[in-house]
């Protein structure tokens, strides 16, 4: 499967932006889904995860309640909705499938987007 994300780009603190991961070779319903983030001179962390039966999801702490991720299999998409945006929040964000476990961990990664830069300035 590949996966294009889209959508950063440059916003003021407080703002909003939305990204979007489309999936191509499979349907993204064969796939539980994330989003990880990597800030320069930071290893790449987690971010959010949905589930591929069910859409549970799951949240760092540093997003919970700002940040909103959800699938729309019919369109092949996952989305991260992103609130509230502080520039801690800064980095380029890469979406990720995994074909067993929900990805909450770099290892459980089968398949990464190529990212997209998301900047908060303040």
């Known amino acids: 499967v590949q996966l294009q994300a889209s959508g950063g780009g440059l916003v003021q603190a407080g703002g909003s932006l939305r990204l979007s991961c489309a999936t191509s070779g499979r349907t993204v319903s064969n796939y539980q889904m994330g989003w990880f983030r990597q800030s320069p001179g930071e290893e790449r962390e987690f971010v959010a995860a949905?589930?591929?039966?069910?859409?549970?999801?799951y949240y760092a702490d540093s997003v919970k309640g700002r940040f909103t991720i959800s699938r729309y299999n019919a369109r092949n998409t996952v989305y991260l909705q992103m609130n509230s945006l502080k520039p801690e929040d800064t980095a380029v964000y890469y979406c990720?499938?995994?074909?067993?476990?929900?990805?909450?961990?770099?290892?459980?990664?089968?398949?990464w987007g190529q990212g997209t830069q998301v900047t908060v300035s303040s």
């Open positions: 949905i589930t591929r039966i069910g859409g549970n999801t």
């Open positions: 990720a499938a995994a074909t067993i476990n929900t990805p909450r961990t770099e290892a459980e990664v089968n398949y």
